[in-house]
């Protein structure tokens, strides 16, 4: 079976800055798979290429065989990737419930029409949404804070409900950006025991970026390095983790 995400050979520059050069990466069906790397290595820039939202000078991104190159951000979303970004990017002044409705659009339409009329049809698909979507707040234990507007939630919640919003767009793949940055050590293992389950339950394949070492340590199973835009290292996590190229140039221990 083909893998889930293939990249081959991905590259893209900025002016004379080489930001991603060469990058493979090759992730099965229901992985859960780490980026990581120093400050401007070039990880987000990797999952701007994934997302559409750069365009590569070079390379290859197919997705459960589907070719990617050339497509939108929207496109892509439909495809079937899903992210969340290093700073959290809810609409703060939407309830909880809405955020995730948000996300359900790509699946459950409706003409503009029987919204703008209230036609049965518009109360019957609104209806079938709420219930889909407090299903996914549920999985998330965020069921009880529906009616609530996003920004009030704390942040922790707010991670939270940035990844239940994506998951409610049904992806192939779900791409993490630093899910871990700005929570306490808390926060942090609640997140992990998340990531763990959306993996299991929804038989999810995922890619997160991430610098807190612990978090990717206890969940990732494999791991790229990227340094300077190029791999370092990649492989099983625990044999990444200790590759003494890795820990010279990125651990610094
Ligand atoms: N749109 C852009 N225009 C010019 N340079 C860019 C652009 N986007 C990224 N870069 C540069 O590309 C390099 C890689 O940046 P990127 O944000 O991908 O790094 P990163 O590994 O995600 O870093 P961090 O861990 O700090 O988030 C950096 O030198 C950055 O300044």
Not at 119 to 143: C, G, N, Q, R
């Amino acid at each position: 079976m083909a893998d889930m995400l293939e990249v081959n050979n991905l590259s893209i520059a900025f002016g004379g800055l080489q930001a991603v050069s060469a990058f493979n990466l090759n992730i099965k069906k229901g992985q859960l798979y780490g980026l990581i790397g120093p400050n401007g290595a070039g990880k987000t820039t990797v999952f701007n290429l994934l997302t559409g939202v750069y365009k590569p000078t070079e390379g290859l991104i197919k997705l459960d065989g589907e070719n990617l190159i050339g497509k939108n951000t929207l496109e892509i979303n439909k495809a079937g990737i899903a992210r969340t970004f290093q700073n959290i990017r809810l609409f703060q002044e939407m309830s909880v419930l809405d955020n995730v409705k948000a996300g359900l659009h790509n699946h459950y339409k409706y003409s503009s029409l029987s919204g703008i009329l209230r036609l049965p049809s518009y109360h019957k698909t609104e209806k079938i949404m709420d219930e889909k979507a407090v299903e996914i707040l549920k999985v998330f234990d965020l069921d009880g804070e529906k009616n609530y507007m996003a920004g009030n939630l704390p942040y922790g919640k707010q991670r939270k409900l940035e990844i239940a919003r994506a998951l409610a767009t049904k992806p192939k793949l779900l791409l993490l950006d630093e899910p871990a940055a700005g929570m306490n050590p808390n926060e942090t293992l609640e997140l992990m025991n998340t990531i763990r389950f959306v993996k299991e339950h929804f038989n999810m394949t995922i890619l997160l970026i991430e610098h807190d070492m612990k978090l990717v340590g206890g969940i990732c199973e494999a791991l790229t390095v990227l340094n300077f835009g190029r791999i370092l290292a990649e492989g099983k996590t625990d044999v990444v983790l200790n590759d003494s190229a890795v820990v010279t140039a990125y651990l610094g221990e």
